[in-house]
């Protein structure tokens, strides 16, 4: 049984790798029956955009910079109004590499923490977060990828879509995962050696 009527995706993109899984989630919600509305967050309508939302999930999508959300989403983030049993699911993606037959996973560390904790903290109900590893475009640090190894990236994230997002629509929560610990386990380590560090990161981005 579905949880969810309708549904608005909000995405930020800069190299098209969100914009990517913003769409394999907008089919998959869909193909459940949950209407689905996709936009851009420079699109969004902040006034009409949240009317009428306990019966609609709202998911926020952004890539990972500096492990935390890029600036533009953290300002989007705060200008996203208040609400009382509006949910909201936060997906970051993040880059991977791929060596020889070896996959390294990227880090998406404070990012989805950080947007959890704001919408909390505006009255959000969380129903979930997860990140999603997507071809690294950060290629001045490590060798440029072949367009089949990107492709292997990109289907081994398409295929777990429905994995974090079935419990979502039947009513359950996803916060408890090895993925989050991941995530949990690089924040935590940089809160060791640079506890400022989200400071920093928003001063110098």
């Known amino acids: 049984m579905k ?18 899984v913003a769409c394999w989630i907008k ?11 996709l936009k851009q967050i420079e699109d969004a309508d902040l006034q009409g955009g949240f009317h009428d939302s306990n019966r609609r999930l709202i998911v926020v999508l952004f890539p990972t910079h500096g492990f935390m959300p ?35 996973p990227g880090a ?9 904790l704001v919408l909390l903290f505006k009255g959000y109900t969380i129903r979930g977060f997860f990140s999603l590893d997507m071809a690294s475009n950060f290629t001045n640090v490590h060798p440029s990828l072949s367009n089949d ?26 916060l408890l995962t090895l993925n989050n610990l991941y995530d949990g386990l690089w924040a935590g380590f940089l809160f060791w050696l640079i506890p400022i560090f989200p400071i920093l990161y928003l001063m110098v981005s």
């Open 27 to 37: 089919d998959y919600l869909d193909e459940n029956g949950i209407e689905s509305f």
């Open 70 to 104: 890029p600036w533009s989403m953290i300002k989007f983030l705060f200008r996203m109004p208040r609400q009382k049993n509006a949910h909201v699911l936060t997906v970051a993606t993040r880059g991977a590499i791929w060596i020889g037959p070896i996959k390294i």
């Open 149 to 174: 190894t990107v492709k292997r990236i990109s289907d081994k994230a398409k295929s777990k879509i429905d994995f974090f997002l079935k419990p979502i629509i039947s009513g359950r929560r996803l």
């Open 108 to 116: 998406a560390g404070f990012a989805n923490f950080f947007t959890a």
């Open 3 to 20: 949880s969810f009527d309708t549904s608005l995706l909000y995405c930020l993109s800069g190299t098209g790798n969100t914009y990517r």
